[in-house]
C-alpha cells in the first residue's frame, strides 16, 4: 500500500509538507502543492487517517462545486441536483472555490479520502489531480461530472447546452432586428464558456457579412460590475455601437444601467441581450432579451450522470447537449 513517504518521496518534498497539502493545502507553496497533488493521482493514494472509510463502498455524498455561491444562475441547478439526490439517497455538499486553486484541490481530497463519493463542478477549474492526469493522457483519478462547462478530450461525463450556437441565435436576432454595429461584452476569456460565446458572436457577423471589429469586443468577468464598465468603455470609444450581446444576463444589468446614465434609450438606440434567463431579468427596466439556460435539465442530468458512474452503469451519452431558447423581450425590440 502507498505510504505518505512514498508520496514525499515521488514528488520530492517532506512528509510534512505532504501531510500540510492534505490538511491545509492554502499554506503550501503553489508548486509544492501541485507536485503533491501530481504524485496522490500516479501512485493512487488514499490518505491513511481516513482508512476505516474503505470500510464502505461509499460516503453517499456528493460535492458541488461552484465558483461563486452568490451567482443566482446556479441556484436552479443545484436545487435540481438536490431533488434528484435525495431521491436517489445522497446528501449534497455545496463547496465554493471563489477562483482559488487551493479550495477546489482540497474537495478534491474529501473524494481522494472517501468522505465523499465525487464532484459535479459548475465552474471552470479543473481540481489538480484530475488536471495533471488529463496533461498525461490518464484516465480521470475521481468521479467527476462536468455541469455548464466543457473540456475537449477530458474523459468524463458532461451536461451542457451548445454555447456557441446559442450565442450566434442570440446575435443573429439582433441582426434581424436591422442592428448594424453590433458589440459583445465576454466573460473572462481563460474560460471555455466565454470563449464559445464569443466564437458564436463571431460566426454569426461573419455569416450576416459583417466585421466584428476588435473595438466591439470587451471582456467583462460575469459580475454586474463588469457590464456596466464594459458599456461605459463602449460608449466612451469613437465606436459606438447600436446593440450588445453579453455573455450572461447579469453583464446585460449592467450594460443597460450604464447606457441609460449616458443618456441613451434601450432598446430605441441600444439594444442589449443577455444570456441565462436569471428570475430578475423579466423584471429589469426594460424586461430583459435573453438566452434561456435549462438549469433543472442541467442538474438532474448532472446528478443522474454522477449515479451511474458510482454504481459503475453505462451511460447512452458521455456528452449531453441540452436544448436552449431565445426569450425575445423589451431590452431589444422597440414596441410598435
Same mark, same amino acid.
Given at each position: 500500500?502507498?505510504?505518505?513517504?512514498?508520496?514525499?518521496?515521488?514528488?520530492?518534498?517532506?512528509?510534512?509538507?505532504?501531510?500540510?497539502?492534505?490538511?491545509?493545502?492554502?499554506?503550501?507553496?503553489?508548486?509544492?502543492?501541485?507536485?503533491?497533488?501530481?504524485?496522490?493521482?500516479?501512485?493512487?493514494?488514499?490518505?491513511?487517517?481516513?482508512?476505516?472509510?474503505?470500510?464502505?463502498?461509499?460516503?453517499?455524498?456528493?460535492?458541488?462545486?461552484?465558483?461563486?455561491?452568490?451567482?443566482?444562475?446556479?441556484?436552479?441547478?443545484?436545487?435540481?441536483?438536490?431533488?434528484?439526490?435525495?431521491?436517489?439517497?445522497?446528501?449534497?455538499?455545496?463547496?465554493?472555490?471563489?477562483?482559488?486553486?487551493?479550495?477546489?484541490?482540497?474537495?478534491?481530497?474529501?473524494?481522494?479520502?472517501?468522505?465523499?463519493?465525487?464532484?459535479?463542478?459548475?465552474?471552470?477549474?479543473?481540481?489538480?489531480?484530475?488536471?495533471?492526469?488529463?496533461?498525461?493522457?490518464?484516465?480521470?483519478?475521481?468521479?467527476?461530472?462536468?455541469?455548464? $462547462?466543457?473540456?475537449? *478530450?477530458?474523459?468524463?461525463?458532461? !451536461? =451542457?447546452?451548445?454555447?456557441?450556437?446559442?450565442? #450566434?441565435? @442570440? %446575435?443573429?436576432?439582433?441582426?434581424?432586428?436591422?442592428?448594424?454595429?453590433?458589440?459583445?461584452?465576454?466573460?473572462?476569456?481563460?474560460?471555455?464558456?466565454?470563449?464559445?460565446?464569443?466564437?458564436?458572436?463571431?460566426?454569426?457577423?461573419?455569416?450576416?457579412?459583417?466585421?466584428?471589429?476588435?473595438?466591439?469586443?470587451?471582456?467583462?468577468?460575469?459580475?454586474?460590475?463588469?457590464?456596466?464598465?464594459?458599456?461605459?468603455?463602449?460608449?466612451?470609444?469613437?465606436?459606438?455601437?447600436?446593440?450588445?450581446?453579453?455573455?450572461?444576463? $447579469?453583464?446585460?444589468? *449592467?450594460?443597460?444601467?450604464?447606457? !441609460? =446614465?449616458?443618456?441613451?434609450?434601450?432598446?430605441? #438606440?441600444? @439594444? %442589449?441581450?443577455?444570456?441565462?434567463?436569471?428570475?430578475?431579468?423579466?423584471?429589469?427596466?426594460?424586461?430583459?432579451?435573453?438566452?434561456?439556460?435549462?438549469?433543472?435539465?442541467?442538474?438532474?442530468?448532472?446528478?443522474?450522470?454522477?449515479?451511474?458512474?458510482?454504481?459503475?452503469?453505462?451511460?447512452?451519452?458521455?456528452?449531453?447537449?441540452?436544448?436552449?431558447?431565445?426569450?425575445?423581450?423589451?431590452?431589444?425590440?422597440?414596441?410598435?
Amino acid at each position: 500500500m502507498t505510504t505518505i513517504r512514498d508520496i514525499a518521496r515521488h514528488a520530492g518534498v517532506s512528509v510534512t509538507t505532504v501531510s500540510r497539502t492534505l490538511r491545509e493545502p492554502e499554506a503550501v507553496r503553489p508548486d509544492k502543492r501541485d507536485r503533491v497533488h501530481a504524485a496522490i493521482a500516479e501512485l493512487n493514494y488514499v490518505p491513511n487517517a481516513i482508512a476505516q472509510q474503505l470500510r464502505r463502498p461509499r460516503a453517499e455524498a456528493i460535492i458541488v462545486i461552484v465558483p461563486a455561491i452568490d451567482n443566482p444562475f446556479f441556484s436552479g441547478i443545484i436545487q435540481s441536483i438536490e431533488n434528484v439526490a435525495h431521491e436517489l439517497g445522497y446528501r449534497v455538499l455545496i463547496g465554493e472555490t471563489q477562483g482559488k486553486q487551493e479550495r477546489l484541490d482540497h474537495y478534491a481530497d474529501m473524494v481522494t479520502a472517501r468522505l465523499a463519493d465525487g464532484l459535479i463542478l459548475l465552474g471552470s477549474l479543473l481540481p489538480t489531480p484530475v488536471r495533471s492526469a488529463f496533461e498525461a493522457g490518464r484516465p480521470v483519478p475521481i468521479p467527476l461530472v462536468l455541469a455548464c $462547462e466543457r473540456y475537449d *478530450g477530458l474523459d468524463c461525463p458532461s !451536461v =451542457t447546452i451548445d454555447n456557441v450556437g446559442a450565442a #450566434e441565435a @442570440a %446575435v443573429d436576432h439582433l441582426i434581424r432586428t436591422g442592428r448594424q454595429r453590433i458589440a459583445t461584452i465576454t466573460g473572462p476569456l481563460a474560460n471555455p464558456l466565454a470563449m464559445d460565446r464569443l466564437a458564436g458572436f463571431r460566426a454569426a457577423l461573419q455569416r450576416a457579412g459583417m466585421t466584428a471589429d476588435e473595438a466591439a469586443i470587451v471582456e467583462g468577468n460575469f459580475l454586474v460590475e463588469s457590464g456596466h464598465e464594459g458599456m461605459q468603455r463602449l460608449l466612451s470609444g469613437p465606436w459606438r455601437p447600436d446593440a450588445v450581446f453579453c455573455a450572461n444576463d $447579469e453583464m446585460a444589468i *449592467g450594460a443597460i444601467r450604464a447606457a !441609460v =446614465t449616458a443618456g441613451l434609450s434601450v432598446p430605441g #438606440e441600444l @439594444a %442589449v441581450v443577455g444570456f441565462d434567463d436569471l428570475r430578475f431579468g423579466a423584471f429589469a427596466t426594460p424586461p430583459l432579451t435573453t438566452i434561456r439556460q435549462p438549469t433543472a435539465g442541467i442538474g438532474e442530468t448532472a446528478m443522474r450522470m454522477m449515479d451511474a458512474v458510482l454504481h459503475q452503469r453505462g451511460l447512452p451519452e458521455r456528452r449531453v447537449v441540452l436544448p436552449h431558447e431565445l426569450v425575445v423581450r423589451g431590452s431589444s425590440v422597440v414596441a410598435a
